[in-house]
T-cell receptor
Framework: DAGITQSPRYKITETGRQVTLMCHQT?????MFWYRQDLGHGLRLIYY???????DKGEVPDGYVVSRSKTENFPLTLESATRSQTSVYFC????????????FGPGTRLLVL | SQQGEEDPQALSIQEGENATMNCSYK?????LQWYRQNSGRGLVHLIL?????REKHSGRLRVTLDTSKKSSSLLITASRAADTASYFC????????????FGQGTELSVKP
């Protein structure tokens, strides 16, 4: 039972490049989320999805794009990476609702040079 | 900001002692949750307490919720070195799309 996985686990890129972070869950949970974690800010919600083809902005969506064509996948794309997007990114899923128990992936550490 | 606040930011105790962490929030909530994060890992859900509940237990964990004071506490009894981690509270704002708002966490160090 793989649960929720993220890839890559580590990524180094340059300013201006497009980067896609992948998230895959095997539970068929309806809800999926992307957070970023930064020192001094805790976890902040970037985007979330209530079901396939339904996405909505979170607290810090600027510079990010998401899609959800399949229930199990929720990729996050940085269209033109900036240094301020250097962070640890966590994907999460929830079976019962956006405000209910969430299950987190292991995270992707992204460094933008 | 709707972000909750946690107190203390860091806590260092000896094995066997109890650890208490506090969380405050600003709005009416549907529920409040506590998560643990080990260094370099994702968050792990510990316990969820609903707004109509006052106390909840899970093993060595005890969570209380005081909606009149807009605060919650997490008590870990008889702590172990393996409890060393960051602990986050997260609350679901009442009738606002149900998203979770996370606090900045308490870093707990349990020394053997």
């Amino acid at each position: 039972d793989a649960g929720i996985t993220q890839s890559p686990r580590y990524k180094i890129t340059e300013t201006g490049r497009q980067v896609t972070l992948m998230c895959h869950q095997t539970w068929s949970h309806s809800y999926m989320f992307w957070y970023r974690q930064d020192l001094g800010h805790g976890l902040r919600l970037i985007y979330y999805s209530a079901a396939a083809d339904i996405t909505d902005k979170g607290e810090v969506p600027d510079g990010y794009v998401v899609s959800r064509s399949k229930t199990e996948n929720f990729p996050l794309t940085l269209e033109s990476a900036t240094r301020s997007q250097t962070s640890v990114y966590f994907c999460a899923s929830s079976e019962t609702g956006a405000g209910e128990t969430q299950y987190f992936g292991p995270g992707t550490r992204l460094l933008v040079l | 900001s709707q972000q909750g606040e946690e107190d203390p930011q860091a806590l260092s105790i000896q094995e066997g002692e109890n650890a208490t962490m506090n969380c405050s929030y600003k709005t009416s909530i549907n529920n409040l949750q506590w998560y643990r994060q080990n260094s370099g890992r994702g968050l792990v859900h510990l316990i969820l307490i609903r707004s109509n509940e006052r106390e909840k237990h899970s093993g060595r964990l005890r969570v209380t919720l005081d909606t009149s004071k807009k605060s919650s506490s997490l008590l870990i009894t008889a702590s172990r070195a393996a409890d060393t981690a960051s602990y986050f509270c997260a609350h679901m704002i009442y009738n606002q799309g149900g998203k979770l708002i996370f606090g900045q966490g308490t870093e707990l160090s349990v020394k053997p």
